[in-house]
């Protein structure tokens, strides 16, 4: 079975510009959540869809943006880059929302702000 | 504030011998927990699980133990590989897939 597969590894952009990411989930996974890692914060929860509804939403503002398709593959757009957007992003699938089901990440878009 | 702290940054252990890795929660209301492994340059990789009502949670040569009273759980690696060495970090989660994880540890298994 295929992973999780994040497309593109990596990404530079200029402040001010918009980024989309793209996140492809295990065959039959309804969940896909996206989280931000930097070395200052850790990781830290976007935003989480199931069956192409938002259903919870992390501390971030709201140039961060997600959405899902019927397919369950997900995208999340960033607008208005800042030079703290600089991060990896990853993206995490699962069968069910919640519970204790185990979220299966990616490996990562890498995003540098300059 | 910090609902998941990891407080060892980093630890070293020899091949065969144990690692316990640490991780402690303030919120009562997070219902499972959850430990990953982490290579460079990969994403993190889900290692085990245990649901807040239960204490322990085996699964071949990783153990978690939750200890829902003083707001800690632990993860128990025996025997340690070299291949092991990663960063490990513990999450917790209580509504749908919003996980809140701890900064990381890192293990280093020596040969």
């Known amino acids: 079975k295929a992973g999780v597969t994040q497309t593109p590894r990596y990404l530079i952009k200029t402040r001010g510009q918009q980024v989309t990411l793209s996140c492809s989930p295990i065959s039959g996974h309804r969940s896909v959540s996206w989280y931000q890692q930097t070395p200052g914060q850790g990781l830290q929860f976007l935003f989480e869809?199931?069956?192409?509804?938002?259903?919870n939403k992390g501390n971030f503002p709201g140039r961060f943006s997600g959405r899902q398709f019927s397919n369950s593959r997900s995208e999340m757009n960033v607008s208005t880059l800042e030079l703290g957007d600089s991060a990896l992003y990853l993206c995490?699938?699962?069968?069910?929302?919640?519970?204790?089901?185990?979220?299966?990440f990616g490996n990562g878009t890498r995003l540098t702000v300059t | 504030d910090q609902q998941v702290k990891q407080n060892s940054p980093s630890l070293s252990v020899q091949e065969g011998r144990i690692s316990i890795l640490n991780c402690d929660y303030t919120?009562?209301?997070?219902?499972?927990f959850l430990w990953y492994k982490k290579y460079p340059a990969e994403g993190p990789t889900f290692l085990i699980s245990i649901s807040s009502i239960k204490d322990k949670n085996e699964d071949g040569r990783f153990t978690v133990f939750l200890n829902k009273s003083a707001k800690h759980l632990s993860l128990h690696i025996v025997p340690s590989q070299p291949g092991d060495s990663a960063v490990y970090f513990c999450?917790?989660?209580?509504?749908?897939?919003?996980?809140?994880f701890g900064a990381g540890t890192i293990l280093r298994v020596k040969s």
């Open positions: 999450a917790a989660g209580g509504y749908g897939n919003k996980l809140v």
């Open positions: 869809y199931f069956s192409e509804t938002q259903r």
């Open positions: 995490a699938s699962s069968l069910a929302s919640g519970g204790g089901s185990p979220l299966h």
């Open positions: 919120n009562s209301m997070f219902d499972y």
